[in-house]
């Protein structure tokens, strides 16, 4: 399994989770450096006599890596809103509780923003789409992730939103 986090926050979960399975799989860190290469068997072949020649053979292991697709449907949660307010107060809103729940801007458009969430050290993704509809304001939510933190963040952004209400 290769993991590519991009913090030592995201490092800290991956070996929490890790840690967490201990004792129904087999894991190991590798120690020094791992490398994914691609090329044709004559290549690959000099490069291992080139690591040969400088490293002992012994410290080198090599392994084929086969990638293997486990595809997993996120937990998806949407909900549509009229709201008596303008648009920009909506956007002024939507910016506050992204940043309530440690957002970050992942994508933005005229009318539409996702924000990557994090919460309680999982990660949902929030997309707001905010236009206007004669004299409201629609506000369309979608909330995705894989853990359960997508209902609770799901369940608070609308709760939220619809103080806006009235």
């Known amino acids: 399994m290769v993991v590519r986090y991009a913090s030592d926050m995201e490092r800290k979960r991956l070996e929490y989770l890790l840690s967490r399975f201990a004792g129904r799989l087999r ?24 690591l040969y020649a400088r490293i002992p053979r012994e410290r080198i292991r090599v392994y084929k890596v086969e990638g293997v697709e486990y595809e997993m449907e996120p ?6 809103m009229a709201l008596r307010i ?4 909506v956007w002024g809103a939507v910016e506050l509780l992204a940043r309530k729940l440690r957002g970050v801007l992942v994508s933005s458009a005229s009318d539409e923003r996702v924000y990557r969430l994090y919460v309680k050290g999982e990660v949902v993704d929030a997309r707001f789409r905010v236009y ?3 004299n409201t304001t629609i506000v369309e939510l979608e909330v995705e992730g894989f ?13 939220e939103l619809s ?3 009235g």
Do not use: C, H, P
């Open 27 to 50: 894991s190991e860190r590798i120690q020094g450096a791992v490398v994914l290469v691609e090329g044709s068997d004559e290549v690959i072949g000099e490069l291992l006599r080139g």
């Open 163 to 165: 103080y806006l209400a």
């Open 75 to 80: 937990i998806k949660k949407s909900t549509r």
């Open 86 to 89: 303008d648009k920009e107060a």
């Open 147 to 159: 853990g359960s933190q997508v209902e609770e963040v799901f369940s608070e952004l609308r709760r």
């Open 132 to 134: 206007s509809s004669g």
